[in-house]
């Protein structure tokens, strides 16, 4: 059974950081592709970013230098550090898994298409400026 569940979303002012959580099913975290995404008001969700097995993560250009995905895989968690946080972050956080992995020549690219996601109940980021 996929389970996911979100925490650590809040309230912070323009340049401050926030760490969000998502804690998994032993199963799925063992068996998916998992990665961020983000939905703000009126714009389509979009991804953030995902981490193969290894560790090797991939980014979206908007997040590059200033947000880390990382695992946990004694506690089946995948987190998300977000540091310089811009009002342009403000959205809502989904944790996600995908039943596949992308890769080019043994590269990592990504999940899956987000079609295929099993998702989160989301976590509110919010940053004033």
């Known amino acids: 059974q996929v389970q996911l569940v979100e925490s650590g979303g809040g309230s912070v002012q323009a340049g401050g950081s926030l760490r969000l959580s998502c804690a998994a099913s032993a199963y799925t975290y063992s068996n998916f592709c998992m990665g961020w995404f983000r939905q703000a008001p009126g714009k389509e969700r979009e991804g953030v970013a995902t981490?193969?097995?290894?560790?090797?993560?991939k980014y979206a250009d908007s997040v590059k230098g200033r947000f880390i995905i990382s695992k946990d895989n004694a506690k089946n968690s995948l987190y998300l550090q977000m540091n310089s946080l811009k009002p342009d972050d403000t959205a809502m956080y989904y944790c996600?898994?995908?039943?596949?992995?992308?890769?080019?020549?043994?590269?990592?690219?990504?999940?899956?298409?987000?079609?295929?996601?099993?998702w989160g109940r989301g976590t509110q980021v919010t940053v004033s400026s």
């Open positions: 996600a898994a995908n039943p596949d992995r992308v890769y080019s020549g043994g590269q990592f690219l990504g999940c899956g298409p987000s079609q295929h996601n099993y």
């Open positions: 981490s193969d097995s290894d560790g090797t993560a």
